[in-house]
């Protein structure tokens, strides 16, 4: 195993390479790994829908309409409530507030469990999306159709169960393969707003759940006594340490993911997307070599992999970060190649 002084420095280092600050002037690590990742990728496969063509023989009707109508409302709704967010045995409450003014969305997050709780604030427009974190509109990305995604997922609408009081539907999300993860999404039948979120693994143990535990169509009024941190939200951008190494590419990829965006070969960081799921491959030249080894930490369906390593005699540093199964994050740190 690689040398860290703990596992969290493994994300810690992954962050710091990212070349992209945090979407709120206070951030915590729950915070950005588990409400900004599900909500992210989850409206972005939405829009990917919305952006697709209306026909794809592998995607039945009354999935297409339910997404649909989840992209058409999720972004342009106002609404408020506490939600609960559990990975493994340790779970955490906060209290949630959405609101959309002039073409801005706004959400306040605010811990409402453990010690230092605090309100996070992110002011960005309706279009703009944080790279580390969430899906880029993938239908542009990946083929402009549903058949993108009904091709690495399947899709089932059924019944679904009461939360926070009202009527949902439930979508099942399904990988084909092992590379990526299951979810399930009760979808509120009036809005369609994601009321609850499971990401599952392949033995069908739940990674994370996100739920709201009270909503209310509405946003929340901001209390004079909770102070709010300013933030910024820059578009995506790549800084310039990020832009300086040596050529690179990977030689396997899991069938449905695409580059996020066109970068030089020589960035220090590639992000790629199937729609649903997303994860950034970083490369570090190293000026001497380290021990080989790997370093592994998983904080609900995120995943920060480190490998060292030498390629074509020159030490590297290797990182995998998103929500990808371990072995898909060992198998792509594997598959890294100078050009």
């Given at each position: ?148 995604l009904a091709s690495v997922y399947r899709f089932r609408v059924q019944p679904g169960d009461r939360i926070a009081g009202r009527a949902s539907l439930r979508l099942r999300v399904e990988p084909k393969d092992m590379y990526r993860f299951g979810h399930v999404l009760e979808l509120d039948q009036d809005t369609a707003l994601i009321l609850k979120s499971s990401t599952f693994a392949a033995d069908q143990s739940v990674l994370e759940q996100f739920q709201f535990a009270s909503i209310s169509m509405a946003p929340r009024q901001p209390a004079d006594a909770v102070v709010e941190y300013e933030a910024t939200h820059p578009h995506p951008h790549e800084s310039e340490h990020l832009r300086r190494g ?94």
């Amino acid at each position: 195993m690689l040398d860290h002084s703990g596992t969290s420095s493994i994300f810690k280092r992954a962050f710091s390479r990212s070349g992209c600050g945090p979407c709120v002037g206070r951030p915590s690590d729950f915070a950005r790994l588990s409400y900004k990742a599900l909500t992210g990728a989850l409206l972005s496969l939405a829009a990917a829908f919305t952006l697709a063509q209306p026909q794809c023989d592998a995607l039945a009707p009354s999935v297409a309409r339910l997404l649909q109508a989840m992209s058409s409302n999720a972004q342009r709704g106002n609404y408020s409530g506490v939600v609960t967010l559990q990975r493994g045995n340790d779970m955490q409450i906060m209290e949630l507030s959405h609101r959309v003014e002039n073409g801005q969305a706004s959400e306040e997050l605010s811990r409402l469990t453990g010690q230092d709780a605090l309100v996070e604030r992110t002011d960005h427009p309706t279009d703009c999306m944080h790279p580390g974190h969430q899906l880029l509109r993938s239908a542009e990305i990946i083929d402009g159709s549903f058949c993108g995604l009904a091709s690495v997922y399947r899709f089932r609408v059924q019944p679904g169960d009461r939360i926070a009081g009202r009527a949902s539907l439930r979508l099942r999300v399904e990988p084909k393969d092992m590379y990526r993860f299951g979810h399930v999404l009760e979808l509120d039948q009036d809005t369609a707003l994601i009321l609850k979120s499971s990401t599952f693994a392949a033995d069908q143990s739940v990674l994370e759940q996100f739920q709201f535990a009270s909503i209310s169509m509405a946003p929340r009024q901001p209390a004079d006594a909770v102070v709010e941190y300013e933030a910024t939200h820059p578009h995506p951008h790549e800084s310039e340490h990020l832009r300086r190494g040596v050529a690179w590419d990977l030689a396997w990829l899991p069938e449905g993911f695409m580059p996020t965006d066109s970068v030089p070969k020589e960035s220090q960081r590639k992000s790629y997307t199937d729609g649903l799921a997303s994860f950034s491959v970083f490369l570090e030249p190293l000026g001497a070599a380290i021990k080989p080894g790997e370093g592994v930490e998983r904080q609900g369906s995120t995943v920060a992999y480190t490998r060292g390593t030498l390629l074509d005699r020159r030490p590297v540093l290797v990182t995998v970060l998103g929500e990808i199964p371990t072995n898909t994050a060992r198998m792509l740190a594997d598959s890294v190649r100078l050009q």
